[in-house]
């Protein structure tokens, strides 16, 4: 099995998830050891067998794919996680990154491209459909660098916006900040007046760029 990528799928879409794990085994230098159609079952196997890479689409049934690459991160550091979705707009893009994922593909990728993206993530890249990069790089480009000071972000707006930035949700930086989720909400207008920013991709994107989180 020396130099054979082990990849697993979590998908809900029987066809899809069928025809990934066909492409994957029919394919020299691949082979498919695990298929999921939930997140929690994912999470309830996944360390049966690690996968050298985890194939994850983000709309799934129960817990969202976001939501998951996170806590798989924090079980298994090791396991490079590659989105491969629908969505391609900047919020989905931004949490799934900040939660952990190694690249981001639109399920309209060519087979030989999603091929060439296992490869990719398994020698250290970062793979992503060209509409998805662009988006990134627009959205770093649309800010100036700011500083902690200019900006005059409280102590619990930095702590916040660092777990925004880490991926959380209002729900899951509440728990972590012993606050409830309207103070987060409170705290989350405060954040985006200061930064001149109107969502939270905005508000990640400017704060990374910026140095204000890392």
């Known amino acids: 099995m020396a130099g054979i990528i082990k990849v697993a799928i979590v998908e809900d879409e029987r066809e899809v998830r069928e025809g990934l794990a066909s492409l994957i085994d029919g394919t020299g230098g691949f082979q498919c050891v695990q298929r999921f159609a939930s997140m929690e079952e994912a999470l309830e196997n996944t360390g049966l ?20 690459v996170r806590a798989l991160k924090q079980r298994y550091p090791p396991l490079l996680l590659l989105m491969l979705t629908v969505y391609k707009d900047n919020e989905h893009v931004f949490q799934a990154l900040c939660a952990g994922a190694c690249g981001y593909l639109l ?8 091929l060439e993206s296992l490869r990719e993530v398994v020698g250290g890249g970062a793979p992503m459909s060209p509409e998805v990069a662009r988006r990134v790089i627009d959205v770093f480009h649309q800010f100036q660098p700011t500083s902690h000071a200019e900006c005059h972000l409280s102590r619990q707006e930095m702590r916040l916006l660092k777990l925004l930035a880490e991926g959380h949700h209002y729900k899951t930086a509440a728990t972590e900040l012993g606050i409830s989720v309207r103070t987060v909400a409170f705290h989350t207008r405060g954040i985006y007046q200061k930064l001149q920013v109107h969502s939270k991709s905005e508000a990640v994107a400017k704060a990374l760029r910026s140095g204000l989180v890392r």
């Open 49 to 68: 067998d690690l996968p050298d890479v985890m194939l994850v689409d983000i709309g799934l049934p129960g817990m969202s794919g976001i939501d998951g």
């Open 107 to 114: 399920k309209n990728t060519p087979p030989a491209k999603l």
